[in-house]
């Protein structure tokens, strides 16, 4: 088969030369998929990023193949792709029965994070067909033991194949038996707080030091300077910041929006759990693309500043530029960051003046105000 992987572009997620739209581990999963000669319908992919293993299936004759991103990115990225290649006969779904229903197999890249990779597995086993295959790829130098010993939880059969091309598949079957309930979300409490996660959602439902150093500011500083302020947490997480600016601010009207579909449904159930679910408003959507110019009063924004495995601050970057756009002129941006970044300067050129209200041995909080 002579898929034209070159034409994949990671658009809108960020490009660089560091940065591609497929590796070799999607190359392995599609020849595995491929040589197996599993009707299209009865095949899932999981962590599928920018539609490498999802459109190389298609072009080879696999119709009706379900797919699972994580990444509102991602899914652009495939659709665009898709389009780009005149390609077509796959759906997209979210981490659910529609995706695994008789599914025989299931082709995964091996998330960063063992909590997502439990989901995964619990779904599989808990919603696939009784002889699905999963095969789990992923670079070497990722892998762990423990990835196999969390597929071992959900499968009696776990068997590493060898590495090829710095990469290394591992084949799970014999689905086991699965507890009544799923194991996520997970809840956790903090200080009058209830923050819940799936798998996929960073820090898990703890609440992690830059997000609770920019609370503890927020509680001094973040007041809103208007009687019913517009709020956005960009980049919302488990919705930490969204559940506490409206338990905090009854008047507010908050917006919280991740690219991560874990992050919006643990953030849904936060808000749930914090009894706030119908003054936040939950969106899965990339960098508030669908959110409008100047529509804003407040951001509250922890921003990233690993891409996947790689280090890179291109994502925060585009969530001060999409900052900068949501806001109205005045607007506050009240941002965390690793002090070791230096974000201040980026924030004043892109956003507008910023000072600096908290600054921790680690953590650094400022406020922008929009220009």
Not at 156 to 171: G, P
Not at 255 to 283: C, E, I, P, Q
Not at 350 to 357: F, N
Request: with cysteine.
């Amino acid at each position: 088969m002579d898929f034209p992987y070159s034409r994949l572009r990671r658009w809108p997620d960020v490009e660089a030369d560091n940065l591609q739209a497929h590796d070799a581990t999607d190359l392995l999963l599609v020849e595995r998929a491929l040589s197996l000669g599993i009707d299209g319908r009865e095949v899932a992919v999981i962590g599928d990023e920018y539609g490498a293993i999802t459109l190389a299936l298609i072009s080879a004759g696999l119709d009706g193949v379900r797919v699972h991103q994580d990444l509102a990115t991602g899914r652009r990225a495939l659709a665009r792709n898709a389009e780009e290649l005149e390609l077509a006969g796959f759906s997209s779904h979210e981490l659910d029965a529609t995706l695994l229903d008789g599914a025989r197999l299931v082709l995964l890249q091996l998330p960063k994070a063992l909590a997502e990779l439990e989901e995964i597995t619990d779904a599989v086993a808990r919603w696939a067909a009784p002889d699905v295959v999963l095969v789990a790829g992923g670079r070497v130098k990722h892998m762990t033991i423990a990835q196999n010993e969390v597929l071992g939880r959900g499968f009696a059969q776990v068997q590493a194949q060898r590495a090829e091309r710095k990469s290394r598949l591992v084949v799970a079957s014999e689905p086991r038996t699965v507890p009544p309930e799923p194991p996520f979300p997970v809840v956790a409490q903090h200080d009058g707080l209830t923050l819940a996660a799936h798998g996929g959602a960073f820090a898990g439902a703890k609440l992690d030091i830059g997000t609770r150093v920019l609370l503890e500011v927020l509680g001094v500083d973040g007041g809103p300077s208007t009687p019913t302020p517009t709020v956005v947490d960009l980049g919302c997480g488990t919705g930490a910041l969204a559940a506490s600016y409206a338990l905090a601010h009854p008047d507010a009207r908050v917006t919280a929006t991740d690219r991560s579909a874990a992050a919006v449904a643990s953030a849904r159930a936060t808000m749930a759990a914090n009894g706030v679910a119908d003054r936040v408003t939950v969106m899965h959507d990339d960098a508030g693309f669908e959110l409008a110019d100047a529509s804003a009063d407040v951001v509250l924004l922890n921003p990233p500043f690993h891409l996947g495995s790689s280090v890179h601050t291109g994502a925060a970057t585009r969530l001060f530029e999409a900052a900068a756009r949501i806001l109205r002129p005045g607007g506050e941006l009240f941002t965390v960051f690793n002090s070791s970044l230096g974000y201040r300067a980026e924030l004043t050129r892109l956003v507008g003046a910023t000072e600096q209200l908290e600054r921790t041995p680690k953590f650094t909080v400022t406020r922008s105000i929009r220009r």
